[in-house]
């Protein structure tokens, strides 16, 4: 299985972009890199997911290199309620079927 | 369209005790799965059920035991429990196959074993 790397935590204010990279060196010709979020008490949520250069959607863009040994999620124009962890997870593109494996994720905390 | 759903929302019990953990899962979902989450870190994976059958299972023991209903909505039971027990458990259903495959999570029940 592919290892991912975050950074533990990272501090913003509001209305900045965030961007949160994660390393995967062995990421798998297979592999997709999803991002899930989760608030305090709630369970993980689905933000992104892509295989190849750049993926946006309405919440998040998400930024993956030629050699796809790292990816970026970016987040625009935070707010107080972007606060939360974030996870990089690696594996098949199905997460739907699988076991999902989540690190320890990055503590995003904004700030006004 | 419903959501994930479990309870109950809290638990408190003592070692050596049994639990019994329940999730409903989100409309037309036949896939569950269930998480362990340790205060500060991410979810780890215990078991997946598919179709009333076990289709995978994380490095839990044999104490960790699950069942799934024909309307897909699923229970976690743990058996002899530790105080290393004590966490969030996180429920998540899907769909696989289907246009969108991710994983909808619940949210959560926290056990604490005294």
């Known amino acids: 299985l592919a290892k991912t790397t975050q950074p533990v935590s990272m501090d913003s204010y509001e209305g900045q972009e965030v961007n949160i990279t994660c390393s995967h060196n062995?990421?798998?010709?297979?592999?997709?890199i999803t991002w899930y979020q989760q608030f305090p008490s709630q369970g993980p949520r689905f933000i992104i997911q892509?295989?190849?250069t750049k993926v946006t959607n309405e919440v998040a863009s998400l930024f993956i290199p030629a050699d796809r040994k790292s990816s970026t999620l970016s987040l625009p124009r935070v707010s107080l309620s972007d606060t939360a962890v974030y996870y990089c997870?690696?594996?098949?593109?199905?997460?739907?079927?699988?076991?999902?494996?989540f690190g320890s994720g990055t503590r995003l905390q904004v700030q006004p | 369209e419903t959501g994930v759903t479990q309870s109950p929302t809290h638990l408190i019990k003592t070692r050596g005790q049994q639990v019994t953990l329940r999730c409903s899962s989100q409309?037309?979902?036949?896939?569950v799965s269930w998480y362990q989450q340790a205060l500060g870190q991410g979810p780890q994976f215990i078991f997946q059920?598919?179709?009333?059958?076990?289709?995978g299972r994380g490095n839990f023991p044999p104490r960790f035991s699950g069942l799934q209903f024909p309307n897909y909505s699923s229970e976690l039971n743990v058996n002899a429990l530790e105080l290393d027990d004590s966490a969030l458990y996180l429920c998540?259903?899907?769909?696989?196959?289907?246009?969108?495959?991710?994983?909808?999570f619940g949210p959560g029940t926290r056990l604490t074993v005294l």
């Open positions: 998540a259903s899907s769909q696989p196959g289907q246009g969108n495959n991710e994983q909808f």
């Open positions: 062995n990421i798998a010709t297979n592999d997709y």
């Open positions: 892509g295989y190849k």
């Open positions: 997870l690696v594996g098949a593109g199905d997460t739907g079927r699988r076991a999902l494996t």
């Open positions: 409309s037309g979902h036949n896939t």
């Open positions: 059920y598919y179709r009333e059958e076990e289709n």
